[in-house]
């Protein structure tokens, strides 16, 4: 065959591709992406966030909203300094998309901007707003803006008992025997929370912020009984802030019994601070004890403690002197002695050789 002869000035004429290797070059880059996506899922399962972030944050802009989704999951762990930028992003073009407007609303609430948090409760499509998870977090916002009850006021009500709605408000408590009740309105903590639970919100934040509300109203009792009535929450949840929480309400209400299972569950789970959670429990008690003048309880759980730290010689002396005022000369003095075989040069040596020399010369009044 002769070559064909091309005139001076005159560009070569380049043939098509074949049809197999357009198709190749159109699918190029649908299949990396396919690609990136699929390895960042299966990174995302094995809670490699880092190469996730690495993987889509270059496709951003072409992820479908699942895929975004696990970006963002991503960059709560790792990179929350760039997460409201791209979640922002996902929300406006994926307006109605539940976990993204969700993640938008938790990126303000965490960096405490409750104003901006609760405007994107606000501008959600409404198909969002009433879902229970969007009323949690406007319950939460206005909770940390002080409108637990928000404009609360006393009106008639001839029906309706605290926990249900009347019109637009909730009622909190009834004044009897008046018709009269405190009510909330909705921009209220109280008011968006009840409604949350109502719809079948089981999310440990839900309760742990209906304690809250409780205890800031002045009923630290409704509160402690708010989260025993869910005793398969403390075992179940991974947030120490229901521990947390539980733990404070029954040192506030005095119930040690409750105090002292909490403090029991976190030492079991977190076996690594047990001596520490135990002690401090015992210690919390004994105090509670002393405040209420019940001494032999006081020094039961003063020696509880010493049993978890027999070498404290600040506790030793604690507890030897609470012998010493319940009249237990003997035991003070093995205590005292102790304590001076641990610490020979202990800041107290004076006062506690002193009190030696009085129970070796003087009888115990009992």
């Not at 909203?65 to 990179?79: G, H, S």
């Not at 309706?160 to 209220?188: M, Y």
């Not at 403390?234 to 299972?261: C, F, N, P, Q, W």
Request: glycine share 4%; charged share 25%.
């Amino acid at each position: 065959m002769l070559a064909t002869v091309v005139p001076p000035g005159v560009s070569r004429p380049v043939a098509p591709p074949p049809p197999h290797a357009q198709q190749h070059q159109g699918q190029a880059e649908p299949d990396f992406q396919t690609d990136q996506c699929a390895l960042a899922r299966l990174r995302s399962q094995q809670g490699a966030w880092e190469d996730v972030i690495k993987l889509l944050t270059p496709l951003k802009g072409q992820l479908n909203a699942d895929d975004l989704t696990i970006l963002v999951r991503a960059l709560e762990q790792r990179d929350r300094a760039n997460l409201e930028s791209v979640v922002g992003d996902g929300v406006a073009r994926f307006p109605e998309h539940l976990e993204l407007r969700l993640a938008w609303i938790d990126a303000a609430i965490t960096n405490k901007r409750y104003a901006t948090a609760l405007e994107r409760v606000q501008t959600a499509p409404a198909k969002l707003r009433s879902r229970p998870q969007l009323r949690l977090r406007a319950a939460q916002c206005h909770f940390h803006m002080d409108r637990v009850l928000g404009e609360a006021t006393v009106r008639e009500i001839q029906a309706g008992r605290p926990g249900q709605f009347v019109g637009n408000t909730l009622v909190v408590e009834r004044r009897d025997p008046t018709n009269r009740a405190l009510c909330c309105p909705p921009e209220s903590a109280l008011y968006q929370l009840r409604l949350a639970l109502d719809a079948g919100i089981d999310d440990p934040a839900a309760h742990v912020l209906h304690a809250r509300i409780w205890q800031r109203l002045g009923r630290p009792g409704v509160a402690l009984a708010i989260l025993k009535g869910r005793p398969t929450l403390l075992l179940s949840t991974k947030d120490e802030t229901v521990l947390d929480v539980y733990s404070e309400l029954a040192r506030e209400t005095g119930a040690m019994s409750d105090y002292l299972h909490c403090e029991w569950l976190r030492a079991r789970r977190y076996p690594q601070r047990r001596e520490t959670i135990l002690f401090d429990a015992c210690l919390t008690i004994a105090a509670q004890y002393n405040e209420r003048g019940e001494e032999q309880l006081y020094i039961q759980w003063l020696h509880r403690a010493a049993r978890l730290r027999p070498g404290d010689a600040d506790l030793l002396l604690r507890l030897a002197d609470a012998e010493w005022a319940a009249d237990q000369r003997e035991q003070a003095a093995t205590l005292y002695s102790r304590i001076l075989g641990l610490a020979p040069d202990h800041p107290q040596q004076r006062r506690i050789l002193d009190q030696l020399n009085t129970i070796e010369t003087q009888p115990s009044p009992r």
